[in-house]
């Protein structure tokens, strides 16, 4: 599975996550060109990118998780919460198949 940077994106955007490019590479914790370079070489999100990526991700699900449980959630705020848990799931299939691959390379079971 192959990380879409383009759909992650957009569903980001939807949901008022991220409002570009600029945004969605901070979610990385790498600089604000990061995913336009990365896009433009063909090149997957690093491990450690992705670590950071996931963390982030977590992060707005468990602050939108609690605007949902308060009394101010909303239908948005659901939308949110299912569009970061498909993300999130989506990204640690990604995750897990890339430290799979990096394992197999190493020689490692």
Same mark, same amino acid.
């Given at each position: 599975?192959?990380?879409?940077?383009?759909?992650?994106? !957009? !569903?980001?955007?939807?949901?008022?996550?991220?409002?570009?490019?600029?945004?969605?590479? *901070?979610?990385?914790?790498? #600089?604000?060109?990061?995913?336009?370079?990365?896009?433009?070489?063909?090149?997957?999100?690093? &491990?450690?990118? &992705? @670590? #950071?990526?996931?963390? #982030?991700?977590?992060?707005?699900? $468990?602050?939108?998780?609690?605007?949902? $449980?308060?009394?101010? *959630?909303?239908?948005? @705020?659901?939308?949110?919460? $299912? @569009?970061?848990?498909?993300?999130?799931?989506? @990204?640690?299939?990604?995750? !897990?198949? $890339?430290?799979?691959?990096?394992? !197999?390379?190493? *020689?490692?079971?």
């Amino acid at each position: 599975m192959a990380f879409d940077y383009d759909d992650f994106c !957009r !569903r980001l955007r939807v949901v008022a996550i991220i409002r570009n490019e600029e945004d969605f590479s *901070g979610l990385f914790g790498k #600089n604000p060109s990061y995913v336009s370079a990365n896009k433009s070489k063909c090149v997957e999100p690093s &491990l450690d990118a &992705l @670590t #950071n990526f996931l963390f #982030n991700i977590e992060e707005q699900l $468990k602050e939108s998780n609690e605007e949902l $449980k308060s009394d101010y *959630g909303t239908e948005q @705020t659901l939308h949110r919460c $299912k @569009t970061l848990y498909e993300i999130h799931s989506q @990204t640690l299939l990604i995750l !897990r198949e $890339k430290v799979r691959e990096q394992k !197999r390379q190493l *020689g490692i079971a």
